[in-house]
Nanobody, 117 residues
Framework: QVQLVESGGGVVQPGGSLRLSCAAS????????MGWYRQTPGKQRELVAE???????RYADSVKGRSTISRDNAKNMVDLQMSSLKPEDTAVYYC???????????WGQGTQVTVSS
């Protein structure tokens, strides 16, 4: 059983910063992609950023230049540092792990990020 536990959400003022963390546990391949998605009511879940186990990142255009994703393979953790936050960044943020050997994917339970003054 793979479990993803997220932390770091909350209320942030516009222009502020926050850091989301996700810790993965359980049995999964070392060849994987870990990342963050977000979802608002009535909309599809969308990619924010992801990073391969080899360290290659990918960002959504909406957060490029103001977000940094990083991972620690030894600890099975992925972090997302976001700055210059905007009200439109308000969403539930989900951590995801794609196991590229078994082709299974796993989701965390989500953490709310609210950008508001």
């Amino acid at each position: 059983q793979v479990q993803l536990v997220e932390s770091g959400g909350g209320v942030v003022q516009p222009g502020g910063s926050l850091r989301l963390s996700c810790a993965a546990s359980g049995r999964f391949s070392g060849i994987n992609v870990m990342g963050w998605y977000r979802q608002t009511p009535g909309k599809q879940r969308e990619l924010v950023a992801e990073v391969t186990s080899g360290g290659s990142p990918r960002y959504a255009d909406s957060v490029k230049g103001r977000s940094t994703i990083s991972r620690d393979n030894a600890k099975n953790m992925v972090d997302l540092q976001m700055s210059s936050l905007k009200p439109e960044d308000t969403a539930v943020y989900y951590c995801k792990l794609d196991d590229r050997v078994t082709m299974r994917n796993y989701w965390g339970q989500g953490t709310q990020v609210t950008v508001s003054s």
